[in-house]
């Protein structure tokens, strides 16, 4: 089953992928997936990328959601999120869900956060 899948608004081509592993390796990789922090999907594309030499796209991405920003930093989502509300995080928030540019979160892992040197006009809650 093909579908178009809305990411960020950009179109990418999704394919709904149905595979039977051998119930060890099934056990391992729902236990990398546990210690891991990132989704399943992230956890087998980079895999599948990497096993067939191919780029996952991720890098592409300049606006980034949580489940991207995770997968990027090898964390839970929920552990992105709350840095985002402790307020140690580049992140903005729209409606209900929140962004992040992939420069200011590399910046952020090198040691400097970009985002919070200059005024926005947004104070986060």
């Known amino acids: 089953m093909r579908y178009q899948h809305a990411t960020l608004g950009t179109m990418s081509d ?3 992928l149905f595979v039977r592993l051998p119930s060890r390796l099934a056990l391992q990789l729902d236990a990398h997936i546990q210690a891991d922090g990132r989704t399943k999907q992230a ?3 980079d895999l599948l990328a990497t096993q067939l030499d191919t780029p996952t796209g991720h ?7 949580l489940m991207a920003v995770a997968a990027l930093l090898r964390v839970s989502e929920s552990d992105v ?6 307020g140690n995080f580049p992140a903005r928030r729209f ?3 929140w962004r992040c540019s992939r420069n200011a979160v590399m910046a952020w892992l090198a040691g400097t956060d970009p985002v919070t040197q200059r005024s926005t006009g947004f104070t986060p809650p």
């Open 14 to 16: 999704r394919e709904a």
């Open 81 to 86: 999120l709350a840095r985002i509300v402790d």
């Open 43 to 45: 956890v087998v594309t």
């Open 95 to 97: 409606g209900k869900v």
């Open 59 to 65: 890098d592409d991405e300049e606006i980034l959601d």
